[in-house]
């Protein structure tokens, strides 16, 4: 009977090889009955039970059509499952700081190998929301930092680096999920973003839409609401403006909490209801096979779902190439930890450095004092379904990796170290020594935002600056932070959430073995709630309806929380432009241990060109930004950015920078007409190394 059946498949496989993948799809969703479709489209969770409990998510397999089961896994920061099996990258947020696309694809490639290897055919990653808040518990996981064109560019080689290796990459949280909950207030889950087109498209969307560019075969709907409906049924963002306007071919599984219902969420727009029974209710299983069956929803629904998942699978090799790997399979090398190593050294992000007292010179150092508990390890990357548990003898301290570099380039220096956790003896550490150098650090994770900006041992990095000329303070961070320090310090550089090679990428950085060349993707604010946002604007106006939405999933209808988006356009550096307001740091800051000169602009519709010449003694990377200031009659913030180009230059060379510009570069959502429409007038050009720092001017006339 076996041998049978795989001849059977093996007919209707050669039949349909020549197809396109969506023809692929059609061909065999029309032969499924309405059983197997509605089997497709119910996910299951983990399940000791089962051979696949260390996935977290999987639909069913077809065995006499082929037809493979979708395991997923999260994350965006790399394969979740069994400690020290896989690597434990640094988080989208981090690498976003190195404003690399090719870095991007390199790391893609790398995850899909990972998740590959262990069986996975679901990548849950990457993640994309713009960062709205300073504060919020996952910006560590979202590599558009927050800006929209970074996202927008930065998601599409990780896409394609994902699923090149045969893994279907799922682009989320779709849409608005921009907050996690403060203190309870405004939780995802019960929080509806109040929000106008014209911002919904310029600002948040962009990122979802380079993805559906880049070929994404899937997506996760969020488990927020969006005027008032819940993102995994709202027919307005998932089948108008997903599907429709962008034309995603693919298919949408709901976040854990995200399904509510059966009729308005699967003729909403969801394909996938995950996880489905015994850990959330049934809402794609039997109730969806009993409203087919009694007519309240039509079979071509299911049969929409059904061609897109299958589409996906024909994509990827699914139908055609077996993957019998295993979760527990043990996917790291040493090639994956000197890419770890690449992309946190690449996303170091040098703040400032006063005096030039980066890079350390190991041979000219008697004493170093080390403060701060996070130096010793315990704060790689952040918490819920973006962490990772690395190897133990992957996971390199600062301490450690400090100590092995004395000992191999200067054994005479002495290096004390203090956890920061006696302020009085972290001060007296760091006084003794000829340079200190101070760690501060913050967790974050899913399910809750950051009650403050201020990383831990802050208040140490300030008085070991006050009582030290030579200190450099060494950052941890989720996302934006504070920097009270900044005015004492010769030295500050962010490592964000930088991974298992935490330490090595330090180490290289400060003693100049790695050239920092990170820019900011976050503006750096003076102060908690500098945007002055009030609680109509986050966490939200709570309700007081008796049907008030909850964290738990339940059938619609409900009242929300309303987290009204009243800035409009003016998130992040575009706020502090158009209300004349000095960062502690601007958007795309970053300096290195050289410098850059920005000569001969040349601008056109069709994009700029100029010269890049590094002026300095050692070889570095520079990251030219394009900013366009549009027309005022357009009602934009004063400046966007438009173009990027990391660009590597040895001492004393030069390059031609060549920055292109779209149609779309020079439009606005025209909410008339429900479209993109270019302004007419005179457009302002600035190139220059961050939002701030200008160093080229034009015009171009639309």
């Known amino acids: 009977m076996t041998c049978f059946l795989l001849s059977v498949v093996g007919v209707l496989f050669a039949a349909v090889t020549a197809e396109d993948p969506w023809e692929r799809a059609v061909h065999y969703v029309a032969q499924m009955t309405v059983e197997e479709k509605v089997s497709l489209v119910q996910g299951a969770g983990r399940d000791s039970k089962v051979k696949y409990g260390k996935y977290v998510g999987r639909t069913p397999n077809i065995q006499r059509l082929g037809i493979p089961e979708l395991l997923m896994n999260d994350g965006p920061q790399g394969f979740r499952g069994d400690p020290g099996t896989s690597t434990m990258w640094p988080s989208g947020l981090t690498v976003a700081h190195s404003f690399d696309p090719e870095l991007f694809l390199e790391w893609g490639v790398a995850m899909g190998t990972e998740f590959s290897g262990k069986g996975a055919n679901v990548q849950f990653g990457p993640a994309v929301n713009v960062q709205r808040i300073a504060n919020g518990g996952?910006?560590?996981?979202y590599l558009s930092g927050e800006d929209p064109f970074l996202g927008y560019t930065l998601v599409q080689p990780i896409v394609k680096g994902i699923q090149s290796q045969g893994v279907i990459a799922n682009a989320k949280h779709y849409l608005d999920n921009n907050q996690e909950g403060y203190f309870g207030a405004g939780d995802r889950h019960f929080t509806s973003a109040v929000i106008d087109e014209r911002t919904q498209m310029e600002i948040y969307f962009p990122p979802y839409e380079g993805a559906v560019e880049a070929g994404v075969l899937s997506f996760m709907c969020a488990n927020n609401l969006i005027n008032g409906v819940y993102a995994c049924e709202n027919n307005n963002t998932m089948n108008g403006l997903l599907k429709s306007y962008t034309g995603f071919k693919g298919w949408v599984c709901s976040d854990y909490d995200g399904t509510r219902s059966t009729k308005i969420a699967s003729e909403g727009g969801l394909d996938i209801a995950m996880p489905g029974p015994p850990t959330r209710p049934d809402f794609f299983g039997a109730p969806l096979l009993a409203s087919i069956k009694n007519g309240t929803i039509p079979e071509s629904v299911v049969t929409d779902k059904a061609t897109r998942i299958v589409y996906s699978m024909a994509v990827i090799g699914a139908l055609d190439t077996p993957n019998t790997n295993t979760s527990d399979t043990d996917v790291t090398s040493p090639a994956f930890q000197q890419l770890a190593l690449k992309l946190a050294t690449a996303s170091a992000t040098l703040l400032q450095n006063d005096g030039n007292i980066l890079p350390l010179n190991a041979k000219k150092i008697r004493s170093i004092a080390l403060i701060g508990e996070y130096a010793s390890g315990g704060l790689?990357?952040?918490?819920?379904?973006?962490?990772?548990?690395?190897?133990?003898?992957?996971?390199?301290s600062i301490n450690d990796a400090l100590a092995t570099?004395?000992?191999?380039?200067?054994?005479?220096?002495?290096?004390?170290?203090?956890?920061g956790k006696d302020k009085e003896h972290a001060v007296a550490t760091a006084k003794a020594a000829d340079v200190a150098i101070a760690v501060i650090g913050q967790t974050s994770h899913e399910g809750a935002d950051r009650t403050s900006i201020a990383l831990d041992y802050t208040d140490v990095a300030v008085a070991v600056a006050a009582a030290q000329p030579q200190s450099i303070v060494v950052s941890i961070s989720p996302g934006p932070f504070v920097v009270p320090f900044r005015d004492n310090a010769a030295a500050i550089v962010d490592f964000g959430f930088s991974g298992e090679q935490q330490g090595n990428a330090v180490i290289d950085v400060l003693f100049g073995v790695a050239n920092p060349a990170g820019k900011m993707p976050h503006t750096t604010p003076n102060s908690w709630n500098e945007t002055k946002y009030g609680y109509r604007q986050y966490p939200g106006i709570p309700t007081t309806a008796k049907d008030a939405c909850t964290t738990s999933p339940q059938y619609d209808p409900c009242e929300p929380t309303k987290a009204y988006y009243d800035e409009e356009l003016l998130v992040g550096y575009r706020w502090y432009d158009a209300h004349d307001v000095e960062p502690a740091f601007p958007f795309g800051h970053g300096l290195s241990y050289t410098t850059f000169r920005f000569t001969g602009l040349k601008v056109a519709k069709t994009g700029v060109s100029f010269t890049l010449t590094n002026d300095g003694h050692v070889d570095g990377a520079e990251v030219p930004q394009l900013y366009l200031g549009f027309p005022s009659s357009a009602g934009e913030p004063p400046k966007q950015l438009k173009g990027f180009k990391k660009t590597v230059l040895a001492s004393q060379e030069s390059a031609t920078v060549n920055i292109p510009l779209r149609e779309r570069d020079f439009s606005i959502w025209d909410t008339a007409k429900h479209a993109w429409t270019v302004v007419s007038g005179v457009f302002q050009v600035y190139v220059g190394a961050s939002s701030r720092d200008i160093r080229l001017n034009g015009t171009i006339t639309m």
């Open 405 to 419: 570099y004395i000992s191999a380039h200067n054994p005479q220096i002495t290096l004390t170290y203090s956890d």
């Open 138 to 141: 996952r910006s560590f996981e």
């Open 380 to 396: 790689f990357g952040g918490g819920g379904s973006g962490s990772v548990v690395p190897k133990n003898t992957s996971a390199i």
